[in-house]
Structures are given as C-alpha cells and as structure tokens.
C-alpha cells in the first residue's frame, strides 16, 4: 500500500460542533472511507460477475457502519465540553 497516499491533508476551518478522534479512530475512519470508495465503484454487473453478492456488500456497509459508530462514540467535542 505504498503507493496509497494515507491521510491527505484537509482543509482546517472553523467548525461548529467539531468533534475530536484520537489516531487509532482517525486511521479506522480513513479505511472505511476507502471500503466505501471500494463499494461505491462496484456495479451490480461487476459484482455478478465476480461472485461477490447482495449479502457479501451489505456485511460490508454494516461493518463500516458499525465502525463509524464506535468511532463517534469515542469523540469528543472540539471544545472539550461534553
């Protein structure tokens, strides 16, 4: 994965109602964004033709989902008021 450029950098601004991750949840975060960049280039035709099922996806978007969750539980407000 040398070749994947992890963590760009974003533009920092003013946000309100930031939350705050530690560096565990940030680099959990930025692999669910690759699966879903994965699953979102994925059409029915392509997936058929690979074997890869409705249930094989939808495990997939339910583990991404249930990892941001976790994630958002773990953050805390920007301003450090809960």
């Known amino acids: 994965m040398s070749n994947v450029r992890k963590h760009p950098t974003a533009e920092r601004g003013s946000v309100d109602n ?17 699966a879903v960049t994965l699953l979102a280039a ?27 969750l976790d994630i958002l539980t773990h953050s805390t407000p920007a301003g450090g008021q809960p």
């Open 42 to 68: 994925l059409n029915n035709d392509a997936a058929a033709d690979r074997g890869i099922s409705h249930d094989s996806t939808a495990a997939v978007a339910e583990y991404i989902r249930d990892d941001m």
């Open 18 to 34: 930031a939350q705050v991750i530690n560096g565990q949840d940030y680099d959990r975060l930025w692999r669910a964004q690759q």
